[in-house]
Nanobody, 124 residues
Framework: QVQLVESGGGLVQAGGSLRLSCTAS????????MGWFRQAPGKEREFVAA????????NYADSVKGRFTISRDNAKNTVYLQMNSLKPEDTAVYYC?????????????????WGQGTQVTVSS
């Protein structure tokens, strides 16, 4: 069992930055690929970014490529999402998730554990 707790969300103006953190407790963090997803009101949950167990490979949704960076610190059991040049359309609840799969999965069904989410609101 893995427990995931996100933090770092908030209200920011367009063009600003936020850094989300997700800390895991429970079984070995390095055993899991990690991902970030988001869900806006009335929309389905969508993939944002993922990182392999070692942190050696990453994958991003086209909508955030070049603006967001995912990273992890396995010594701290934490994955991060640095979000720059934020846009109003980035407004959503952001979730981190842990996957037993290898690689950088983009599909919600490949993730085994989910956090409760943190709200990100970008004002225009």
């Amino acid at each position: 069992q893995v427990q995931l707790v996100e933090s770092g969300g908030g209200l920011v103006q367009a063009g600003g930055s936020l850094r989300l953190s997700c800390t895991a407790s429970g079984r070995a963090f390095i055993s899991y690929a990690m991902g970030w997803f988001r869900q806006a009101p009335g929309k389905e949950r969508e993939f944002v970014a993922a990182i392999t167990r070692s942190g050696g490979s990453t994958n991003y949704a086209d909508s955030v490529k070049g603006r967001f960076t995912i990273s992890r610190d396995n010594a701290k059991n934490t994955v991060y999402l640095q979000m720059n040049s934020l846009k109003p359309e980035d407004t959503a609840v952001y979730y981190c998730a842990a996957s037993k799969s290898y690689g950088v999965p983009r599909i919600t069904g490949r993730y085994d554990y989910w956090g409760q989410g943190t709200q990100v609101t970008v004002s225009s």
